[in-house]
């Protein structure tokens, strides 16, 4: 005689999921966690996850990480795009102070085409490039956390936004003088800046 065996719905606790590295995470088990829906992710600082998420998912995919989420404000899109981009040029910039210097690079240039003057000062002065790419990128930090003209990470005025081209154009320089004077340092940098082939203004 065999008995039936019926599974009765057992009810488990779901336990929030929590994405964080903890104290002690070895570097390889660094953000190994499930993904997580653009939809799903209700914290004020979902698109700066969103983007990230993306990033680790695949640097390359460009277009991907580039392409906001349906009904996304663009205007929070691309100040969370230039935060991004200012945080992994500060690691590049590191690298740089290496090799760059104000006697190899006495002016900011990209190519030989143009001198680029720094905006950090009273009046624009020729900053020698390592000068130039750690004002700017103060500047661009101070911009990006002032309160004043970014007070949230959700909804950003038009007048705030509109400030962001200057400073995209300007910390992308610093992109450019690395990639035509430095590129060894460039191609070295791991993991490989996500921005290495597109201005998220372009
Ligand atoms: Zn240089
Ligand atoms: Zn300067």
Redesign the pocket.
């Known amino acids: 005689m065999t008995s039936a065996v019926t599974s009765l719905p057992v009810e488990v606790e779901k336990k929030p999921f929590k994405r964080t590295n903890r104290p002690g995470t070895k570097a390889v088990d660094f953000y190994k966690w499930p993904e997580e829906a653009f939809e799903d992710m209700d914290s004020t600082l979902a698109v700066q996850q969103y983007i990230q998420q993306l990033i680790r998912k695949d640097p390359s995919a460009i277009d991907d990480i580039l392409t906001p989420p349906d009904s996304q404000d663009e205007g929070v899109w691309k100040y969370e795009h230039l935060r991004q981009f200012c945080m992994e040029l500060n690691a590049i910039a590191v690298r740089l102070q290496a090799e760059c210097n104000a006697e190899t690079c006495s002016q900011m240039t990209a190519t030989e085409q143009w001198i680029f003057l720094?905006a950090?000062?009273k009046t624009p002065?020729e900053?020698p490039a390592i000068?130039?790419t750690r004002?700017?990128l103060d500047g661009a930090a101070c911009l990006l956390n002032s309160y004043k003209y970014f007070p949230s990470r959700v909804s950003i005025k038009e007048s705030s936004v509109g400030k962001l081209g200057s400073v995209c154009r300007r910390v992308y320089r610093i992109f450019s003088h690395a990639y035509f004077h430095h590129r060894s340092v460039l191609m070295k940098s791991s993991p490989k800046p996500t921005y290495a082939s597109v201005s998220p203004f372009s």
């Open positions: 720094c950090a000062h002065k900053c000068d130039y004002h700017t």
